[in-house]
């Protein structure tokens, strides 16, 4: 049984967050999104001309992202710069969790490029960047259907808690991480990923309380956007 | 040459720059310590005016190599990444990266003599701490390399050894001790511009676009130079470095200040 | 029967409903799904009516026929010359759009306009799969000389132009500096006093950072005030004309 959370929260209780937009002034958009100790950076890029030309779609522009964590970021050992095939694959689902958003029919044959780091990490380090990306498209002024928010849920035994951190996801019995991305206007899921073991039970219940911890995190990014224009 | 650089040379003629600072005056510098205190063992944020750039130290235990038996290792790499300007690209550290770990930070560190190698001895031949500092761009609004010297030695001074058992050979990053790297003085690296036939500190993004060459001044608290490196593609005469490095110099000096 | 879901001037972000209803007709980043009216893009609410609009504070540049644009030109080719707006393609100054003068055949293109040259042109046309020509042909449109370029984002150009002009007019005459404010959102600004121009600069940046802000028109006006004085002088330059008239 799963009593205590190391940072005694609630089950269903986000770490602190924040989020600021228009952190990086060189790029068309930008944001920065932290969740605990967990900090994502968010530039956004284009749109541009996309080559190699055999990418070019001639009907709409393409997203493209790069997700990467700093040398210094992980927790334990230096990592090794460059990608990985983690970063890789991070970098495809952030591009699925945010393009069904966005509407690139007018700029025919581009590239939008995103690219996020992490400065620090305490897991739940792929829904920041998501989180973090959305809002510098924002930022930037493309058209979006909505803004897209996302959260890791964990099963921990026999509890389904909100917002995993790093200590969590190594918990010694293992345990299941289940990030979910989601459109807060519908409550449509862009993202859906499950690393371990759960009932469907368990999964229904995971994708109620990640609704519900979205809803709080796109409070938090409406905020952001908002704040760069009070007085 | 563009409008925007015709501009400035000829602004410059009159001593005037674009965003009203004199020759040699710098933007406003910020220095924030451990902004990444969980992860790494050191790190830090340097602002200069809108450029910003970060940076790190891990440390892990390694063999010292066999022609130094006694010393430790100090690994500095830069990347200008593509989030801080559209002019970046992705992929392994191009040039410029490279340009600016070697010269700006390794030399500035290692020929400055303010680190001592020694100390990061752990047992003679055998185990020797090695600091890895990986210092990142964030955004580029011009003078990249100051950003950079600064928030190399930023985080190097906030860093703190983990704890190492010697029995065990494992390091319990999760655990801090007291003790912090030694520096004897601090390298202070300053890029001066040459505009037509201005010296100008601090270059804008316009203003280095603008330039035909520059020369990055590293030094120490007596006033020696323990770096040096020139960029662009124009030749400086001698007469160009004895005055880039007087002001380099002189201009390390209000820097250090901001590390008191 | 619908109802609005917020107020005039009120700022909202994508996604947020700013009404439920058929009664209401999205217009701007505002649009329809099924009964709800939805923002699409970060700005501030207009509510004319029935209209619910939402005006911008980020857009993306996106290309019309007739906008005046600035550029730098990037590619000099026997067809003419590319030039890079801020959009995803290059746009082209056709041969026979470069220039009011005759261009012989053979000539050297780069004499009329080089690589690395600003310059102010009109988009004449702008295809179904987004490629764009521009015409230098018509008043006010020219290769730029020495001056400062200032980049804002286009979805502050109207406020910064003002109605009818009457806001980048204050600018121009009280610091006695030609501006050109492209509607990809580059502008142009010389002047020859440096000082003054240093503040047309600083203005330029006001409006943009706090386009959205009631009362911008005597913020601006106090703040040229301040700092040029109360000196008021005819425009510097007759020889080109009035430029931007909106």
């Not at chain 1, 690139?104 to 990306?133: M, Y």
């Not at chain 2, 990249?144 to 930023?154: E, F, K, Q, R, S």
């Not at chain 3, 007739?66 to 067809?79: A, K, L, P, Y």
Request: aromatic content about 6%; charged content about 30%; some cysteine.
């Amino acid at each position: 049984m799963y009593n205590k959370r190391p940072d005694n929260r609630k089950f269903d209780e986000l770490r602190e967050i924040s989020a600021e937009v228009s952190v990086i002034p060189r790029a068309d958009g930008s944001a920065m999104f932290k969740i605990g100790k967990t900090v994502a950076i968010a530039a956004v890029y284009g749109p541009k001309d996309l080559f190699p030309r055999f990418l070019r779609d001639p009907k709409k522009g393409i997203l493209r992202c790069n997700y990467n964590m700093m040398s210094f970021s992980g927790s334990g050992e230096r990592i090794r710069p460059g990608p990985s095939r983690r970063s890789k694959e991070i970098s495809f689902i952030t591009e699925k969790a945010l393009s069904p958003v966005l509407d690139l029919t007018d700029f025919p044959g581009s590239v939008v490029d995103i690219f996020i780091e992490l400065i620090q990490t305490d897991g739940g380090t792929r829904c920041a960047g998501i989180t973090a990306a959305a809002l510098a498209l924002a930022d930037a002024g493309f058209p979006m259907k909505d803004l897209v928010s996302a959260v890791s849920i964990g099963r921990i035994e026999d509890k389904i808690v909100v917002d995993v951190s790093k200590e969590e996801e190594d918990y010694e019995k293992g345990m299941a991480d289940i990030p979910v991305a989601i459109m807060p206007r519908n409550g449509n899921i862009t993202l859906l990923q499950m690393d371990g073991l759960a009932k469907p039970s368990e999964l229904k219940e995971a994708l109620k309380v990640a609704k519900r911890a979205c809803e709080q995190i796109y409070k938090v990014q409406k905020d952001a956007l908002k704040a760069r224009y009070k007085k | 040459m563009s409008i925007v650089s015709n501009h400035i040379v000829n602004l410059l003629e009159k001593d005037i720059r674009m965003d009203g600072r004199k020759a040699d005056e710098f933007r406003d510098i910020k220095i924030e310590y451990g902004i990444s205190s969980k992860s790494a063992e050191g790190s830090a944020r340097v602002t200069i005016g809108k450029t910003e750039v970060v940076a790190g130290v891990k440390m892990e235990v390694g063999t010292p190599y066999p022609d130094s038996p006694d010393e430790g290792t100090i690994i500095a790499n830069v990347e200008l990444l593509p989030l801080s300007s559209p002019e970046f690209e992705s992929g392994p550290p191009g040039i410029e990266s490279i340009e600016l770990a070697r010269s700006v930070v390794d030399r500035g560190l290692r020929e400055s003599g303010s680190l001592d190698l020694k100390k990061l001895l752990i047992k003679k031949g055998e185990k020797s701490w090695t600091i890895l500092i990986d210092v990142y761009s964030v955004n580029d609004d011009g003078n990249l390399a100051d950003a950079v010297g600064l928030a190399a030695l930023a985080a190097i001074k906030d860093a703190k050894f983990p704890k190492y058992d010697e029995k065990t050979e494992k390091i319990d990053y999760e655990q801090k001790t007291k003790k912090g790297i030694e520096l004897n003085g601090l390298p202070m690296p300053v890029t001066v511009v040459k505009i037509n036939d201005k010296y100008v500190i601090d270059p804008s993004l316009d203003e280095e676009k603008a330039m035909k060459s520059r020369l990055t001044v590293t030094s120490i608290e007596n006033g020696s130079v323990c770096a040096l490196q020139k960029g662009g593609n124009e030749p400086l005469t001698v007469e160009d470095v004895d005055m880039m490095v007087e002001l380099g110099v002189k201009k390390a000096k209000e820097l250090r200040k901001l590390f008191k | 029967m619908g109802d609005l879901k917020i107020k005039d001037k009120d700022i909202v972000v994508p996604g947020e409903i700013l009404a439920a209803g058929m009664d209401f007709l999205p217009s701007g980043g505002a649009f329809r799904e099924g009964e709800d009216i939805i923002a699409s893009q970060v700005g501030v609410v207009s509510i004319d009516g029935r209209l619910v609009k939402v005006v911008p504070l980020a857009i993306k540049y996106i290309p019309k026929r007739g906008d005046m644009v600035i550029g730098t030109v990037e590619e000099v080719t026997n067809n003419g010359w590319f030039v890079d707006f801020g959009y995803s393609n290059f746009a082209l100054i056709p041969l026979r759009d470069g220039s009011m003068d005759y261009i012989p055949k053979g000539a050297d293109l780069t004499q009329y306009y080089n690589y690395g040259d600003y310059v102010v042109a009109n988009i004449t046309n702008v295809t179904k799969s987004k490629q764009v020509d521009l015409s230098m042909k018509g008043p006010g449109l020219r290769k730029l000389s020495e001056g400062v370029i200032l980049k804002v984002n286009p979805a502050k150009v109207p406020r910064i132009i003002g109605k009818q002009g009457s806001m980048i007019s204050m600018v121009k005459t009280k610091t006695d500096c030609r501006i050109v404010v492209g509607q990809n959102g580059l502008i142009w600004i010389y002047g020859i006093d440096p000082v003054k121009e240093k503040v047309a600069v600083d203005t330029i940046k006001m409006i943009d950072e706090k386009a959205h802000i009631q009362g911008l028109t005597d913020e601006v006006s106090a703040y040229l005030e301040k700092k040029v004085g109360g000196e008021k002088r005819t425009t510097v330059d007759g020889k080109e004309g009035e430029e931007n008239v909106q």
